[in-house]
C-alpha cells in the first residue's frame, strides 16, 4: 500500500507540468473549415474568416485580391500578400501580432493595435482605431 501511495505522488505532479496543447487557428477559406497553424489561401481570390489568430499562427491570403476578416484577437500574423486585399480585423492586434498588406493596393481595418499593421507595397489605406499608428500607408 506504501509503494502505490508513493508512485501516485511521485506521478501527479508530472501529470501537472505537462506543456499545453497550441491553439491553432480555426477559418472558413472560400466556404471551407480550416484549423491549422498556417491557414494558406489560393494563388487566386478569397475570403477567408477567421475567429482569433493565436501567437505563432499564420493566415496568409496569398496571390490574388483576397477578402480576410479577423473576428477576434491577433496575436500571430496575418498577411494579404500580393494582390488588392481587404483586411479587417475587429479584435485587438496583440503585442505579438502584426497584420501585413504586403504587395499591391490593399485596404487595411483594425481596432486597437498593439504592435504591427503595416500596408506595404503599394498604396494603401489603413485605419487603426487606436494604438500604434499603421506604416506603409
Known amino acids: 500500500?506504501?509503494?502505490?501511495?508513493?508512485?501516485?505522488?511521485?506521478?501527479?505532479?508530472?501529470?501537472?507540468?505537462?506543456?499545453?496543447?497550441?491553439?491553432?487557428?480555426?477559418?472558413?477559406?472560400?466556404?471551407?473549415?480550416?484549423?491549422?497553424?498556417?491557414?494558406?489561401?489560393?494563388?487566386?481570390?478569397?475570403?477567408?474568416?477567421?475567429?482569433?489568430?493565436?501567437?505563432g499562427d499564420t493566415v496568409n491570403g496569398q496571390g490574388g485580391a483576397d477578402y480576410i476578416i479577423v473576428t477576434g484577437s491577433v496575436g500571430g500574423t496575418v498577411r494579404g500578400s500580393t494582390g488588392a486585399d481587404h483586411i479587417q480585423v475587429d479584435g485587438p492586434?496583440?503585442?505579438?501580432?502584426?497584420?501585413?498588406?504586403?504587395?499591391?493596393?490593399?485596404?487595411?481595418?483594425?481596432?486597437?493595435?498593439?504592435n504591427i499593421v503595416d500596408g506595404g507595397l503599394g498604396v494603401d489605406f489603413c485605419r487603426v482605431a487606436s494604438g500604434n499608428p499603421p506604416v506603409n500607408c
Request: with cysteine.
Open 1 to 55: 500500500m506504501r509503494a502505490l501511495c508513493a508512485a501516485t505522488l511521485v506521478i501527479a505532479p508530472v501529470a501537472l507540468t505537462a506543456t499545453p496543447a497550441h491553439a491553432v487557428t480555426s477559418c472558413r477559406v472560400n466556404g471551407v473549415t480550416v484549423s491549422a497553424q498556417n491557414v494558406v489561401g489560393t494563388p487566386g481570390p478569397d475570403h477567408i474568416t477567421c475567429g482569433s489568430v493565436p501567437d
Open 93 to 114: 492586434v496583440g503585442a505579438t501580432g502584426a497584420v501585413r498588406g504586403d504587395d499591391g493596393n490593399d485596404f487595411i481595418r483594425v481596432g486597437a493595435n498593439g
